[in-house]
């Protein structure tokens, strides 16, 4: 690594399991590049890492629904001369109602943010990890990407699923370049997620011990892309859960998964 201290971009870094990462990170050392739209909570959250951590925290505001913006990112970090060492694949968001009942420029936007952004992202940033012979990757995806899809928030599990199988050949071509790819898979995660999406209330019925906080989210996420696992599930909830539909008849999983969406899935869109 050719700077003093491991340099990490974090994406979605605002709040929830971005800024988790961020406040992690620094505490282990780590200086950051923070990257999300809200420009204020950006800077409320790098303030208070330099005070407490005494890092450098560069701000890089950006909508990763612009086409344009993974290349912007890239030339606003080598106009400043910073290689990132670390790249955190976090922004999501999810889109309540049906695949229908959203128009396309949402599902357009969605799956830029999701699915393009971070693959790109990725594409321009390993190149600098080989060079240096270090690297890690953390795609965040979704225990939602290792069951069957459900009624309602239609791409959001097909969007974690595509990260998880992209993490997987990207762990499996970089292993021997000191590169570490990893997809994290959590569950419910207590978040301002189910807020944005308008499944609060919804959401509120789960028993507490089906929720991680952020925080330990990210510390079995960081533990994780160091030992160089490709795809991690956290919290034994959420791994029993797979283990479970993995062994399950298809079709017996897929009855299980509508019940359930019918549950907790928010079914008319919210704009």
């Known amino acids: 690594m050719s700077q003093t201290r491991p340099?990490?971009?974090?994406?979605?870094?605002?709040?929830?399991?971005?800024?988790?990462?961020?406040?992690?990170?620094?505490?282990?050392?780590?200086?950051?590049?923070?990257?999300?739209?809200?420009?204020?909570?950006?800077?409320?959250?790098?303030?208070?890492?330099r005070r407490q951590y005494g890092r450098e925290v560069t701000i890089l505001p950006a909508d990763l629904a612009d086409p344009a913006a993974p290349a912007q990112l890239e030339a606003s970090l080598a106009q400043r001369g910073l290689e990132v060492d670390w790249l955190i694949n976090n922004a999501g968001y999810g889109v309540p109602g049906t695949f229908e009942g959203n128009d396309w420029k949402t599902h357009q936007d969605f799956i830029q943010v999701l699915m393009t952004a971070p693959t790109e992202l990725a594409w321009r940033l390993l190149p600098g990890m080989h060079q240096r012979r270090y690297g890690r990757i953390v795609n965040v995806a979704s225990l939602a990407g290792h069951v069957p899809g459900t009624a309602g928030h239609t791409l959001y599990a097909a969007s974690k699923a595509y990260l998880i199988k992209f993490s997987q050949s990207l762990s499996l071509e970089n292993r021997a370049f000191g590169v570490h790819v990893s997809a994290l898979c959590p569950g419910f995660t207590k978040s301002e997620f189910h807020d944005v999406t308008g499944t609060r209330e919804?959401?509120?019925?789960?028993?507490?011990?089906?929720?991680?906080?952020?925080?330990?989210?990210?510390?079995?996420?960081?533990?994780?892309?160091?030992?160089?696992?490709?795809?991690?599930?956290?919290?034994?909830?959420?791994?029993?859960?797979?283990?479970?539909?993995?062994?399950?008849?298809?079709?017996?999983?897929?009855?299980?998964?509508?019940?359930?969406?019918?549950r907790y899935r928010a079914q008319s869109p919210q704009h």
Do not use: C
């Not at 974090?10 to 950051?32: C, E, P, V």
């Not at 791994?239 to 539909?245: E, G, H, P, T």
């Open 7 to 49: 340099l990490s971009l974090i994406t979605g870094a605002s709040a929830g399991i971005g800024a988790a990462f961020a406040r992690a990170l620094a505490a282990r050392g780590h200086d950051l590049v923070l990257t999300a739209r809200r420009t204020d909570r950006l800077e409320q959250l790098a303030e208070a890492l």
């Open 202 to 262: 919804l959401m509120n019925k789960l028993p507490s011990f089906m929720w991680l906080s952020a925080e330990e989210v990210v510390e079995q996420g960081i533990e994780a892309v160091e030992r160089g696992d490709a795809v991690y599930v956290t919290g034994r909830v959420n791994r029993f859960i797979k283990s479970v539909f993995k062994l399950m008849p298809d079709r017996l999983a897929f009855a299980l998964s509508a019940r359930q969406s019918r």
